[in-house]
């Protein structure tokens, strides 16, 4: 039986057991890795274990420790309880303000990572506090930073031209951005509409009837009907004061009282530097964000031990595991050829439409546990042979390859999705995961239909 197969059989044998069974997901996929590479592949343990993420582990490893000492210090609740204070009672918009916020740096140049690492734990805390669903702020974290990954600042845009124009091909820098920028806003519309933005816009509504049926029973002279239960959250809309915890499920209920602003202690102040200097290193200076984090949240922990303490327990062992196993193994199917073998059977089909579909297929599933940037390094110029021939356009083919290999950045074994993954909770971490998983699948299968259908086949 031929090594690709037995690799195939493998990686989808690891998630079934992984699934059915509480066993990480990771753990199965390095045994799968040592197996495959000793007994199929003859590959020493050294070798075997080439392809596992230095990179990813530090990022994971830093970036969490760091952040956990925020949270540990208090500093994480002192920054939401700021942005609560601005935003009042409007939890309706919480969700497209973390859209909002997560796209600014891949817009501004950040490669996505980067961006996340930062304010995913920001993001999802604050989606907490309002009572947001998880499910709604982690996706909106995710898709928030892919609507920036094809700005002309972002590495990845650059990527793409450079690899174009070294096979003689001509791309549309703002079609590239625009295109992807509207792909990730319909999915965020979506995400809206599917985890919970609709029970949001209800219950802003009948906040508002509540209010306006106060109003005007004072105006009367008599108290409204039921106006003795649900006062408090009517005066908190009519009088603009905000809460400082998550939602209730019967908004109507009760108001959280605006937070009282607490002085910062001096490591709190010390810590706010730091995490804004990481930031600043990293997507200003273009510096390893990962090594970053890790000294700083290293020298924060030495300075104020006494304010820190089990703060290292806050890296979250479970998902650098997780991702570092399977990320290992799709590294070893890459060594082996699989990737390359079914990418070039693609190619000499001879039929440019659908090589154009099967190239947006094969992107996404391998992007789903790699590197965007470096598979679309790989996928355009197996996508050329068919594209000088003018059957197919340009730009509209890089389009939809594009998308289809960096919205499946939702996956869980992607360094956004993993990074995101890192901020839920340990016990609402496996139902997130395979909240991440499905919808990410539904990216791998849906992305490279549409973007077809979008982008390609007009322009054929």
């Not at 935003?87 to 990572?113: E, H, K, M, N």
């Not at 059977?345 to 391998?366: D, E, M, Q, R």
Request: glycine letters at 12%.
């Amino acid at each position: 039986m031929s090594i690709h197969v037995i690799g195939v059989v493998a990686l989808v044998l690891v998630f079934i057991v992984g699934t059915v069974r509480p066993v990480n997901i990771g753990a199965l996929a390095l045994v799968a890795t040592f197996l495959v590479g000793t007994l199929v592949a003859g590959e020493s343990p050294d070798e075997v274990l080439a392809g596992f993420p230095p990179d990813l582990f530090v990022l994971l490893v830093g970036v969490t420790y760091l952040f956990g000492l925020a949270a540990v210090n208090g500093t994480l609740e002192w920054l939401i309880d700021r942005a609560i204070g601005l935003l009042g009672d409007r939890p309706v918009l919480v969700p497209w303000l973390i859209f909002i916020f997560s796209a600014v740096p891949t817009t501004a140049g950040a490669l996505g990572p980067a961006g996340v690492a930062m304010l995913a734990p920001l993001c999802m805390r604050l989606g907490e506090r309002y009572g947001i669903d998880r499910r709604m702020s982690a996706l909106m974290v995710m898709h928030g930073s892919c609507l920036g990954n094809f700005s002309p600042l972002n590495g990845l845009a650059i990527i793409v031209r450079q690899t174009a124009d070294s096979n003689g091909l001509q791309v549309s820098a703002a079609q590239l951005f625009f295109g992807n920028a509207a792909y990730n806003i319909g999915l965020a519309v979506m995400i809206y509409l599917c985890f919970g933005g609709r029970d949001l816009l209800r219950r802003r509504r009948e906040q508002s009837t509540g209010a306006a049926a106060l109003v005007g029973a004072g105006a009367a002279g008599r108290p409204a009907d039921g106006a003795s239960a649900t006062s408090g959250t009517i005066k908190s809309e009519v009088t603009g004061t905000g809460p400082t915890g998550a939602t209730v499920d019967a908004p109507t209920e009760t108001s959280l009282i605006a937070p009282e602003r607490a002085r910062l202690r001096f490591d709190q102040v010390v810590t706010l530097i730091v995490i804004v200097a990481v930031a600043v290193g990293a997507l200003v200076f273009d510096l390893e964000i990962g090594f970053l984090a890790l000294i700083a949240a290293a020298l924060l922990h030495a300075t104020f031990p006494s304010r820190f303490q089990l703060a290292d327990k806050r890296i979250v062992w479970t998902v650098v595991l997780l991702i570092c196993g399977v990320v290992t193994f799709v590294g070893a199917l890459q060594r082996y050829g699989t990737i390359d073998l079914v990418g070039g059977g693609i190619a000499s089909l001879g039929t440019p439409l659908l090589i154009a579909y099967l190239l947006c297929l094969v992107g996404a599933f391998t992007s789903a546990f790699g590197s965007s940037a470096g598979l679309l390094g790989v996928l355009i110029p197996l996508a050329v042979p068919f594209l000088v021939q003018g059957e197919v356009g340009v730009t509209g083919m890089i389009i939809a390859l594009s998308i289809s290999a960096t919205v499946v950045d939702s996956t869980p074994f992607s360094s956004v999705g993993a990074l995101t993954l890192a901020t839920v909770p340990e016990e609402e971490r496996r139902p997130m995961f395979r909240t991440m998983l499905g919808w990410g699948a539904a990216m791998v299968v849906t992305a490279p239909v549409i973007t077809w259908l979008l982008f390609v086949l007009p322009t054929s």
